[in-house]
C-alpha cells in the first residue's frame, strides 16, 4: 500500500551528480527484526549503461587534474563523513546487523581513513628509469589512470569494503560505476549526498543499485569498463571471470576464506582465548578473515577447549543498537538457514556441538523476536573432510580440533581450496617464521589477528581470489604502465 511505503526508507541510483528514480525496486529487509525497512533499486543494463556514459564523459577532466587536487578532494569527503559518523553508524548497524559497537568503532572510521590513506599515498609514488649509456637511450615508465572502473562490493562490511576500492580508485584519476550489495546499500546512497560538497565533480563517481545478476553483470559486460574490482564469493567471481573474458577486463577479486588458527602448547592462552573469540565470532562471523578452523596441539587442547567455550557462552547476542551487546544479527534469513544447516550437518556426522546453535537457549528482547539472531556456535571432533572444515561458512560458527606435530598441522592448515588468511600462535620466534612461510594463505598473524597496515599487500592465493590491495598493489591496479624511450 502507500501509506506502508511512505514510512520506507527509498533509494535512488547516483548517476552523473544526481539522484536518479529506478522504475522496480527491491526490498531490503532489517536483519535484528525480520521487517522490510528500505527499497533499493533493481538496477539493470539501462541504468548501468547511463552511469557508464557519465563516468566516461567525467574521466578527462578528473584524470588531468593533479594528484594533489584529487588528494585534496579525498581528504574532503574524509572529514564529511568522519563529521556524520554517528548517523553512518547506526545506518550501517541497522541495514547489516552488525552491533552500533562494532559499526562505530571499525567500520566507519576505516571507511573515513580510507580515505585519508589513499589521499596520502597518491602523492608519494615514483616512476622507474634506467639508462643505457651504450646505445645513448634513457628508459622511464610513466603511469596513467585506466579509465572506468567497476567496483562491486558486498554486504559484510558495505561501507569500509566500498571506500576501499573508491578510494584508490579516483585517487589515480579514474571515474567509476560502484554497485554495493543490494541488501546493504544505505551507507553508500548517504555517502553520494557528501560527494558535490566535497568537491567531488559529477560523474567522478557513480552509484548503482541493485543485484549482482541485473546490475552487476550488466557492469561487468560492459564494453567501457576496461576494470572489474570485486569482492565476494568465489561462485560469483567465477562468473565474473566468464562474462569478462571476451573484453580482456583486467580482474582484482577478494574471495572466501577458511582460515585457520594453529595454536602451539606454548601460546599464551590469556592473549589467544579473547583474540580467538573475537576472530571467530566478531561482526557474526561475517568477515572473510575470521577463523572458521582452530587447530589446538593436543597437551593444551582439553584446557583451551573448557576456557574457549565458557568466554563463549559469555557473549551477548541481542539488539545491535543496544551497546552492551557482543554480536548481532546475521545478514538474512536464508543466511541464517545456511549457517544453521553446517551446525545439523555436523551433528549428523557424529561432531560435538559444545555451545551456541541448539544447545544453549537464545533469549531476545521483545521487537528482536523475528530477528536473524545465532549464538556463537564451537564444534569439537569434526573431521578434516567434512563440509564444515571445508567451506566457508561465513557465520559465528567455528570447529575445534586436536593436531600433534607441526608438520602435521601445516598439511591440514593448507588441506582447502582457500587461501586467505591464517593465524599462528607460539611463543617459539623461530616456529613461528618457519609456520608462517609454509602457510599457504596471502596473510599471516601470528599472536595477533586483524593488524592491518594498509601500506602492504592483502589479498590471498588459491580460490581466495586474485590480485593485492595496498598503497603500491592498488596504485598498480588502477593505472596502466607505459615504458617510453628517448634517444638522445
Not at 584524470?63 to 581528504?75: C, G, M, V
Not at 567471481?237 to 562474462?243: D, W, Y
Amino acid at each position: 500500500t502507500m501509506a506502508h511505503s511512505k514510512t520506507l526508507l527509498v533509494l535512488e541510483n547516483f548517476i552523473a551528480g544526481k539522484f536518479v528514480p529506478c522504475s522496480s525496486y527491491i526490498d531490503s529487509y532489517n536483519p535484528s527484526t525480520g521487517d522490510v525497512y528500505c527499497r533499493v533499486p533493481d538496477s539493470g543494463k539501462e541504468e548501468v549503461e547511463a552511469a557508464v556514459k557519465a563516468a566516461k564523459a567525467a574521466f578527462p577532466v578528473w584524470s588531468s587534474k593533479s594528484p594533489l587536487e584529487r588528494s585534496q578532494t579525498l581528504n574532503k569527503l574524509a572529514d564529511l563523513i568522519e563529521h556524520d559518523l554517528e548517523a553512518f553508524a547506526q545506518a550501517e548497524s541497522k541495514d547489516q546487523g552488525k552491533t552500533i559497537t562494532f559499526a562505530r568503532t571499525v567500520d566507519i572510521p576505516r571507511a573515513v581513513y580510507n580515505f585519508r590513506f589513499f589521499a596520502s599515498s597518491i602523492l608519494h609514488h615514483t616512476t622507474e628509469c634506467t639508462e643505457m649509456a651504450t646505445t645513448g637511450c634513457i628508459h622511464y615508465t610513466s603511469r596513467a589512470p585506466v579509465g572506468v572502473a567497476g567496483l562491486i562490493s558486498p554486504w559484510n562490511l558495505p561501507l569500509y569494503l566500498l571506500t576501499w576500492k573508491i578510494a584508490p580508485a579516483i585517487a589515480c584519476g579514474n571515474t567509476v560505476v560502484a554497485k554495493p550489495s543490494e541488501m546493504t546499500s544505505v551507507t553508500a546512497w548517504m555517502m553520494c549526498k557528501l560527494l558535490e560538497k566535497a568537491g567531488v565533480p559529477h560523474g567522478v563517481v557513480n552509484v548503482v543499485f541493485g543485484t549482482g545478476t541485473k546490475a552487476g553483470e550488466a557492469l561487468v559486460c560492459h564494453p567501457d569498463v576496461p576494470l572489474i574490482s570485486f569482492t565476494g564469493s568465489t561462485l560469483t567471481a567465477q562468473r565474473i571471470t566468464e562474462k569478462s573474458a571476451p573484453h580482456c577486463k583486467r580482474l582484482s577479486l577478494e574471495l572466501g576464506g577458511k582460515n585457520p588458527a594453529i595454536i602451539f602448547d606454548d601460546a599464551d592462552l590469556t592473549q589467544c582465548i579473547p583474540t580467538t573469540l573475537r576472530s571467530s565470532f566478531v561482526n557474526q562471523g561475517e568477515i572473510c578473515l575470521c577463523t572458521s578452523r582452530i587447530f589446538v596441539q593436543r597437551g593444551i587442547y582439553r584446557e583451551f577447549l573448557k576456557r574457549f567455550v565458557a568466554e563463549a557462552k559469555k557473549w551477548k547476542v541481542g539488539n545491535p543498537s543496544d551497546p552492551t551487546v557482543d554480536m548481532g544479527a546475521l545478514i538474512s534469513k536464508e543466511h541464517l538457514e545456511k549457517v544453521r544447516s553446517y551446525v545439523k550437518k555436523a551433528q549428523g556426522e557424529g561432531a560435538r556441538v559444545l555451545c551456541g546453535e541448539g544447545v544453549d537457549s537464545l533469549a531476545l528482547p521483545t521487537g528482536n523476536q523475528k530477528g536473524y539472531f545465532m549464538l556463537p556456535t564451537v564444534i569439537a571432533e569434526v573431521k578434516d573432510e567434512s563440509c564444515c572444515m571445508q567451506e566457508e561458512i561465513f557465520g559465528p560458527v567455528t570447529c575445534v580440533v586436536a593436531f600433534d606435530t607441526e608438520e602435521e598441522v601445516i598439511e591440514r592448515a593448507n588441506g582447502v581450496k582457500y587461501g586467505l588468511a591464517a593465524t599462528v600462535w607460539s611463543s617459539n620466534v623461530g616456529r613461528v617464521h618457519r609456520v608462517a612461510q609454509r602457510l599457504q594463505s596471502g596473510l599471516v598473524w601470528t599472536n595477533c589477528w586483524l593488524v592491518r597496515d594498509l601500506n602492504l599487500p592483502f589479498g590471498g592465493v588459491k580460490a581466495s581470489g586474485i590480485g593485492r590491495e595496498g598503497a603500491k598493489d592498488s596504485y598498480e591496479f588502477f593505472t596502466e604502465v607505459k615504458t617510453i624511450t628517448i634517444k638522445h
